[in-house]
């Protein structure tokens, strides 16, 4: 059963700094990841797709990294803004059962 | 990306009521799914929204207590039917856009349901 584990549960920064969002799954067989960002009591903001077949994607200020051997992804931040705050919820595509599976998340804050 | 339009964005019911939340996408999508997210928890596929036919339940989600329609590619509905407050949570409709196992998924603004 694919399982996935985000790490950090919760992460605190300066405005300014670069920083990393972990995201770990059990099973390898996987179609794509996608990096979602969700405000308080707001839906989900798609911010990255990387298909199995990738190894990064960029978008802005923003780089996801995919490790399918490992079973890996980072989502990068460059220079933190106060308006990152947010939840990033990452979610792998089982090969297995054609399902997105979320991870727990990680709630950012960035101070000014 | 697809524009997702869900309404209520929140309420408040009674228990032992039900409630209709309406999913509107913008344009034709593969797949609608509805999830729901628990205080303090990831989100939790509840069915997948099949076009004019029944929807695909998962584990622990029965049609009686979820009924879903999906009449045409742009709209689907999610009742919660029977409520209680174990009911309480955001739900969460989304659509696919792209092939079955490479597209990309979209969500609307959540419906904040409480049930009291």
């Known amino acids: 059963k694919q399982e996935v584990t985000q790490i950090p549960a919760a992460l605190s920064v300066p405005e300014g700094e670069n920083l990393v969002l972990n995201c770990s799954f059990t099973d390898s067989a996987i179609y794509n990841l996608q990096w979602f960002r969700q405000d308080p009591g707001k839906g989900l903001t798609s911010l990255l797709l990387?298909?199995?077949?990738?190894r990064e994607q960029t978008s802005g200020r923003l780089n996801a990294s995919l490790d399918k051997s490992s079973g890996r992804s980072t989502l990068y931040i460059a220079a933190s803004q106060p308006g990152d705050s947010a939840t990033y919820l990452c979610a792998v595509g089982s090969s297995n059962t054609g399902k997105l599976i979320f991870g727990q998340g990680t709630t950012l804050q960035v101070k000014p | 990306s697809a524009v997702i339009s869900q309404k209520p964005s929140r309420d408040i019911c009674q228990r032992g009521t039900s409630l209709t939340i309406q999913c509107q996408v913008d344009?034709?999508?593969?797949?609608m799914f509805w999830y729901r997210q628990q205080p303090g928890q990831s989100l939790t596929l509840i069915a997948t929204a099949n076009q004019g036919s029944e929807a695909t339940y998962e584990s622990g989600f029965v049609i009686d207590k979820f009924p879903i329609s999906r009449p045409n590619l742009t709209f689907s509905t999610l009742t919660v039917s029977n409520m209680s407050p174990e009911d309480s949570s955001i739900y969460l409709c989304?659509?696919?856009?792209?092939?079955?196992?490479?597209?990309?998924?979209?969500f609307g603004e959540g419906s904040r349901l409480t049930v009291l």
């Open positions: 990387i298909q199995s077949s990738q």
């Open positions: 989304s659509a696919q856009r792209g092939g079955v196992n490479t597209g990309e998924l979209f």
């Open positions: 344009s034709q999508v593969t797949m």
